[in-house]
């Protein structure tokens, strides 16, 4: 009977290992993120090859769900799961059941059906990937929930700066623009910040959050402020996030004039990053735009590699456990 027992064990089916999610940068350690760079820093070397994909993640299904308008994170995302060989869906909000009322929760419950290892969300409400990650088995990435985190965007980010820059360590990083709705500033303030960076936050005093300076970050309100900086990076208005009737600025004209970036505000050998879709004309001058210090396009190019080290990484290694909190109920 004994030996009997032994076999049974020996034959019982592996325990899954736990769901890992990549919801925020604060769920990140400095180990994680330097495995994760390190991981997309190798798939860009296979990807100089003439046969581009892999066989990683054979046999594996990756969902993209979003419910906001995006280019490059979602193409991204895709594109990172196919030269993995994972089977892929997308979903987009339009002409799904969320026009007939689905709630997420129902949207999770059925994606969940289909056994997705990868659910990757974006969302306009803060905790809708905490929300899915409670109905699904999957592990869940976080594409951006409204301006709470945008976490691969931070990653693609540091990779592109320690690419192209030098050691985050002591790098000082200057982000101008609408902070006080921008999930991108939030998580690269983290990011950046983990890694040793300094960060300064420029741009007018009603869109930059009170308090934010707990985050590790300085503030200034004086465009002058970005000449200390080794890399400006540039965030957008995000009008489609700011509050109907509120007046952040006077106008787009005012604030171009004041806060703007322009050639004459940057000093020679400055990198200049912007997570797009850029305002030509208002944030950013398209002279420093097209510029050979640039690294608008550079940002993108790394955010394939990223997002395939982020899904190996899930499927294999993980960053560690999310720590969650209760999620919102979110229609």
Request: proline content about 8%; hydrophobic content about 40%.
């Amino acid at each position: 009977m004994g030996d009997i027992h032994v076999m049974r064990e020996e034959f019982l089916p592996p325990k899954p290992p736990p769901r890992r999610h990549l919801i925020s940068v604060g769920d990140l350690t400095r180990d994680d993120v330097e495995r994760l760079l390190a991981t997309a820093r190798s798939f860009s070397r296979s990807l100089e090859r003439e046969v581009k994909k892999l066989p990683t993640l054979r046999g594996y299904t990756v969902v993209n769900v979003f419910y906001e308008s995006s280019t490059r994170t979602s193409s991204s995302f895709e594109l990172a799961a196919k030269r993995l060989s994972a089977d892929t869906m997308s979903i987009k909000a339009a002409g799904s059941s969320v026009d007939k009322g689905e709630s997420l929760k129902d949207t999770a419950l059925t994606l969940g059906a289909y056994d997705p290892d990868v659910i990757v969300i974006r969302h306009p409400q803060i905790g809708a990937p905490q929300l899915v990650a409670r109905y699904t088995a999957a592990h869940i990435v976080n594409a951006g929930d409204g301006k709470h985190q945008h976490p691969t965007q931070a990653l693609l980010d540091l990779y592109t700066i320690r690419e192209h820059v030098g050691p985050l360590d002591g790098l000082h990083v200057a982000i101008v623009g609408d902070v006080l709705h921008s999930r991108v500033a939030r998580s690269n303030i983290q990011a950046l910040t983990l890694m040793g960076a300094t960060v300064t936050l420029v741009g007018p005093p009603p869109l930059i959050p009170r308090g934010i300076e707990a985050m590790g970050c300085e503030v200034s309100h004086e465009i002058g402020a970005i000449a200390a900086a080794d890399v400006v990076y540039v965030l957008r208005m995000q009008r489609e996030r700011m509050q109907e009737g509120a007046n952040y600025v006077p106008s787009l004209r005012e604030y171009t004039a004041r806060w703007g970036v322009t050639p004459e505000r940057l000093r020679p050998g400055q990198k200049v990053m912007h997570p797009g879709p850029m305002n030509r004309g208002v944030e950013i001058d398209p002279v420093v735009a097209d510029a050979a210090d640039a690294l608008i396009e550079t940002q993108v190019r790394a955010g394939l590699v990223v997002r395939m080290a982020v899904l190996y990484d899930l499927l294999t290694t993980g960053p560690v456990p999310v720590k969650t909190p209760e999620p919102l109920e979110v229609a």
